[in-house]
């Protein structure tokens, strides 16, 4: 059974990206027309993290979009101006009117109008997009910027600005592409790094987001948030020395963060330090004895030293502060069959995976208590649920394979057997090769 980080209920702190000294928004033209692009502002970046495998991450953020400079506005009016044929419609200069009046709405209407009279005017669904986003209707933002790259997939803004839309509605994965488009095109444009990093953070691709929140937050060493989002995704991506270095800098300037505590304990026990990761957690439980997950980081702390009744006390004033925290019943259920009570087990069992059907610990220890119970069918069921959350565990397949056997199933067993054998083959191959290869960061002990 791993002995690594489960992922934690508690969301992580909210944040928020403050703009990095760098320009966040420009205007740029294209064929003699301006083109507004949008400004982050101070966005609010906040969100939940789930259980099981680390679940999904659903984030939300929202922030300020606004324009610069309005001194060519004049120009661009001129440069704008249709026929007299639209004369009684809509047309560039009311809108552009309508949005020095922050009228948003009314402006977007008057855009819409420009573009189903030239519907290859790039530059028009440009400004529509804009308007809209101004609206929060990021959606229908989006689709319009798409619009208007089809036209003219040049139109400098256009592809962050799509970005920042698709980032506003949590479309993270979808995000990505236009944001390293506008990256490529600008590459010191840390706007577009910055949200990114977070694209990539918020899609779970972890060691993407390390790559680009780096080097912003070099460039801004004092922004706690930026700091702590930047520690998270090293320490997802199980670069522990990074988390470690990242979250410390955070206690520096926030010495009573619950938070950081918290996630420096887990960084420490992944760098095998499970002590001083101990240590942290309970420098944490100081601050904030309430805190969701404290009891339970020192719950499964203990747990992985062995103290089975100080990890039953913190579990349980664990569950005593917060009832259906599913990690803190599996891990209850755990330490009681590890102290031959499955009848006390069995109970904590089924709750937690009522509360969350992704906790690989409880499965395999229900699979173990039916199997006792000789209620075979349901012991398969639940050991075949543990193999699906981690194949690569042998000892799912190891009590997998005496149920088959205390089954009559033979053939079935023999293949469960085979395939521990093989992990086994394979774990010593890999620890005899250890020694010959250079020393690289502990990963998290196995049991």
Same mark, same amino acid.
């Given at each position: 059974?791993?002995?690594?980080?489960?992922?934690?209920?508690?969301?992580?702190?909210?944040?928020?990206?403050?703009?990095?000294?760098?320009?966040?928004?420009?205007?740029?033209?294209?064929?003699?027309?301006?083109?507004?692009?949008?400004?982050?502002?101070?966005?609010?970046?906040?969100?939940?993290?789930?259980?099981?495998?680390?679940?999904?991450?659903?984030?939300?953020?929202?922030?300020?979009?606004?324009?610069?400079?309005?001194?060519?506005?004049?120009?661009?009016?001129?440069?704008?101006?249709?026929?007299?044929?639209?004369?009684?419609?809509?047309?560039?200069?009311?809108?552009?009117?309508?949005?020095?009046?922050?009228?948003?709405?009314?402006?977007?209407?008057?855009?819409?109008?420009?573009?189903?009279?030239?519907?290859?005017?790039?530059?028009?669904?440009?400004?529509?997009?804009?308007?809209?986003?101004?609206?929060?209707?990021?959606?229908?933002?989006?689709?319009?910027?798409?619009?208007?790259?089809?036209?003219?997939?040049?139109?400098?803004?256009?592809?962050?600005?799509?970005?920042?839309?698709?980032?506003?509605?949590?479309?993270?994965?979808?995000?990505?592409?236009?944001?390293?488009?506008?990256?490529?095109?600008?590459?010191?444009?840390?706007?577009?790094?910055?949200?990114?990093?977070?694209?990539?953070?918020?899609?779970?691709?972890?060691?993407?987001?390390?790559?680009?929140?780096?080097?912003?937050?070099?460039?801004?060493?004092?922004?706690?948030?930026?700091?702590?989002?930047?520690?998270?995704?090293?320490?997802?991506?199980?670069?522990?020395?990074?988390?470690?270095?990242?979250?410390?800098?955070?206690?520096?300037?926030?010495?009573?963060?619950?938070?950081? /505590?918290?996630?420096?304990? *887990? !960084? =420490?026990?992944? @760098? +095998?330090?499970?002590?001083?990761? #101990?240590?942290?957690?309970? $420098? %944490?439980?100081?601050?904030?004895?309430?805190?969701?997950?404290?009891?339970?980081?020192?719950?499964?702390?203990?747990?992985?030293?062995?103290?089975?009744?100080?990890?039953?006390?913190?579990?349980?004033?664990?569950?005593?502060? /917060?009832?259906?925290?599913? *990690? !803190? =019943?599996?891990? @209850? +259920?755990?330490?009681?069959?590890? #102290?031959?009570?499955?009848? $006390? %087990?069995?109970?904590?069992?089924?709750?937690?995976?009522?509360?969350?059907?992704?906790?690989?610990?409880?499965?395999?220890?229900?699979?173990?208590?039916?199997?006792?119970?000789?209620?075979?069918?349901?012991?398969?069921?639940?050991?075949?649920?543990?193999?699906?959350?981690?194949?690569?565990?042998?000892?799912?397949?190891?009590? #997998?394979?005496?149920?088959?056997? %205390?089954?009559?199933?033979?053939?079935?067993?023999?293949?469960?057997?085979?395939?521990?054998?093989?992990?086994?083959?394979?774990?010593?191959?890999?620890?005899?090769?250890?020694?010959?290869?250079?020393?690289?960061?502990?990963?998290?002990?196995?049991?």
């Amino acid at each position: 059974m791993t002995r690594s980080w489960p992922c934690l209920e508690t969301p992580p702190p909210t944040a928020e990206v403050r703009p990095i000294n760098a320009p966040l928004a420009f205007q740029a033209r294209k064929r003699g027309v301006l083109v507004f692009t949008q400004n982050i502002g101070a966005a609010h970046f906040h969100g939940r993290r789930q259980q099981g495998n680390c679940g999904m991450f659903v984030r939300q953020v929202i922030g300020h979009l606004s324009m610069r400079s309005r001194k060519l506005v004049s120009a661009a009016v001129a440069l704008l101006m249709l026929g007299s044929a639209f004369a009684q419609t809509a047309n560039p200069q009311d809108a552009i009117a309508l949005q020095q009046q922050g009228k948003w709405a009314e402006a977007a209407r008057a855009w819409q109008s420009v573009v189903e009279r030239d519907p290859q005017d790039a530059v028009a669904f440009a400004s529509l997009g804009f308007a809209l986003s101004k609206e929060q209707k990021y959606q229908e933002a989006a689709s319009a910027y798409r619009k208007a790259l089809t036209l003219d997939p040049e139109l400098p803004g256009l592809q962050l600005n799509l970005g920042l839309a698709e980032f506003k509605q949590g479309r993270f994965e979808t995000a990505i592409a236009p944001l390293a488009a506008a990256l490529t095109a600008e590459p010191q444009n840390t706007q577009a790094q910055v949200l990114l990093g977070f694209s990539y953070y918020g899609a779970k691709r972890f060691g993407e987001a390390v790559k680009h929140l780096e080097p912003a937050a070099k460039l801004d060493p004092s922004n706690t948030e930026l700091q702590q989002t930047l520690a998270q995704s090293c320490f997802w991506a199980k670069n522990y020395s990074c988390a470690l270095e990242a979250f410390r800098k955070i206690l520096r300037h926030s010495p009573d963060s619950v938070a950081a /505590h918290m996630l420096t304990g *887990q !960084a =420490l026990d992944g @760098l +095998g330090r499970t002590p001083e990761a #101990l240590a942290e957690f309970q $420098e %944490a439980a100081k601050v904030a004895p309430s805190e969701p997950n404290v009891h339970f980081g020192l719950g499964f702390l203990y747990w992985k030293l062995t103290q089975y009744e100080d990890a039953r006390r913190e579990l349980e004033t664990e569950l005593a502060l /917060h009832p259906d925290h599913a *990690q !803190a =019943l599996a891990y @209850l +259920g755990d330490i009681a069959l590890k #102290l031959s009570k499955p009848a $006390e %087990a069995l109970p904590l069992l089924e709750k937690a995976i009522a509360l969350n059907n992704d906790l690989r610990v409880a499965f395999v220890d229900l699979g173990i208590v039916l199997t006792e119970r000789k209620r075979y069918p349901e012991a398969v069921k639940a050991l075949l649920r543990a193999v699906e959350l981690d194949p690569g565990e042998s000892d799912a397949h190891y009590q #997998l394979a005496r149920v088959y056997r %205390a089954m009559g199933k033979t053939e079935a067993a023999r293949k469960e057997f085979d395939k521990v054998r093989e992990m086994k083959d394979k774990a010593d191959e890999l620890a005899r090769e250890m020694p010959k290869a250079k020393p690289s960061p502990p990963s998290p002990k196995n049991e």
